[in-house]
Every structure is written in structure tokens, then in C-alpha cells.
């Protein structure tokens, strides 16, 4: 559940959900390009594992359907690219801030506690994704040259996916616990859609601060105002 959902009774959604970020402005400002560069590199490979898989699927319907031949490793190798993007989907919502999370127990606890909880859940992360990182390495050197039945595919090939995602998950914990998390709010969503008019009435938007903020009293990716306070 998430405490958008499911607020505690008596308490506005997101009130005191969360810290700033450990880095000030000038850290984030040169580490955001990073991230992007990491979440636009995932999410580009994820279209194609997806096309990939959706083109072998579809092949393989119509070869058995209006062919006197199938395509017989085409299964292992479609499997083979849901792995990878399962592996990148986890890597890219832990960058962004949209991975599911259980909040019954911070939305009941006080706003001064809450920070501490969810940088704890990011050093989770990072020990965890390291920990399987490293696991699935072993098993890459034990038996990833094993080859698939049908395609021929070396197992080192799946193993290198769970790497990949497990490592580049706790990068972006790490990331998200510096910098905060790399999403769109409501807020910059509609500005993209209409911009607003500055203090002069002309048309030109508010200028932006380098940390995320809209310079003012924007928030960054924590739910923090430029100010330090809590939205």
C-alpha cells in the first residue's frame, strides 16, 4: 500500500513524508545527469527487449499457423528478453521512486521518524542488490556455460541479467538516497502542458533552481520545499 492511498486518519497525504535529500543543491545538480543518463539507457534497452520479444511471439503464432515450420527457439529466446526487462524495470523504478512500497508502519509513525525509514529501506536496497549481484556473478562463473536446449543461448546470458538489474538497483538507491528520486510531479507535469506567466504577466515561467526546485518554493523528489520544509 502507499500512504497516498491509505493516509493516516486525521493527517493531510504526504504530510511530513519525507526528508531532503543528503546531498545539498550543488552535489544533486552534478549528479542528476548520471541518473538520467542511467534511467535513459534502461529504458531505451527495455523498448527494444520489448519489440525483440513481441516480434518473436508474433513470428512464431503465424509460422505455426500459416507455415509448415516453426520457429522452435524462438520461446527461449522470448523468455530470455522478458528476464531482461523484468531486471531493467526494477533497476529503472528504483531510480524514478515508483518501486511498490509498504508504508503501514511510516504512515503511523511521527514526521521526524519517517526520513530515517526510508533511508534505511535505501540501504536495503543497495546491500541487497549487491549481495544478489554478487551471487548471480558466481553463478555465471560456476555454470553459465551451459547452453539453452533449443536456441543455444549461454546461461551466463540470464545470469547477466539479475547481475545487471540487482547492480544497477542499488546504484539508483544509492542515486535516489543523494540526490532524491528522478520523477515528475503533478506540478511539473502540468507545467509542460501550459506555461505559466512570470511576475510581469508575459509568458515567461518562474526560473529554476538547480536542485529540482522551481526556485521559490518548489519540491524536489523527496516531497521537500526549497526551503527545507516538509510540502
Not at 543518463?37 to 499457423?65: C, D, F, H, K, T
Not at 530515517?116 to 542488490?129: D, E, K, M, P, T
Not at 506555461?195 to 510581469?200: D, I, K, L
Amino acid at each position: 500500500m502507499s500512504s497516498a492511498s491509505h493516509p493516516r486518519p486525521g493527517r493531510a497525504p504526504g504530510e511530513g513524508g519525507a526528508d531532503r535529500p543528503l546531498l545539498g543543491p550543488r552535489g544533486r545538480s552534478r549528479l542528476r545527469p548520471v541518473a538520467r543518463v542511467l534511467l535513459a539507457a534502461e529504458g531505451g534497452l527495455g523498448v527494444v527487449v520489448v519489440a525483440i520479444m513481441a516480434a518473436l511471439l508474433i513470428a512464431q503464432v503465424a509460422a505455426r499457423n500459416l507455415l509448415p515450420f516453426s520457429f522452435f527457439w524462438a520461446e527461449e529466446v522470448a523468455r530470455l528478453a522478458l528476464i531482461w526487462m523484468t531486471m531493467l524495470g526494477v533497476a529503472y523504478a528504483v531510480g524514478r521512486g515508483t518501486h511498490l512500497t509498504v508504508t503501514a508502519i511510516t504512515d503511523y509513525a511521527p514526521p521526524a521518524v519517517r526520513p530515517w525509514f526510508q533511508r534505511v529501506s535505501l540501504l536495503l536496497i543497495v546491500a541487497v542488490g549487491i549481495l544478489l549481484c554478487g551471487s548471480s556473478l558466481q553463478l555465471m562463473d560456476s555454470i553459465g556455460g551451459v547452453a539453452a536446449s533449443s536456441s543455444a543461448i549461454p546461461r551466463s546470458v540470464y545470469f547477466l541479467a539479475s547481475a545487471t538489474g540487482y547492480g544497477l538497483a542499488a546504484v539508483h538507491a544509492a542515486l535516489v538516497l543523494l540526490i532524491g528520486p528522478l520523477r515528475e510531479t503533478a506540478g511539473s507535469a502540468a507545467g509542460a502542458l501550459s506555461t505559466p506567466a512570470g511576475p510581469g504577466g508575459s509568458g515567461t515561467p518562474e526560473p529554476s533552481g538547480t536542485d529540482g526546485t522551481d526556485g521559490t518554493g518548489g519540491t524536489d523528489g523527496f516531497g521537500t520545499d526549497s526551503r527545507g520544509k516538509t510540502a
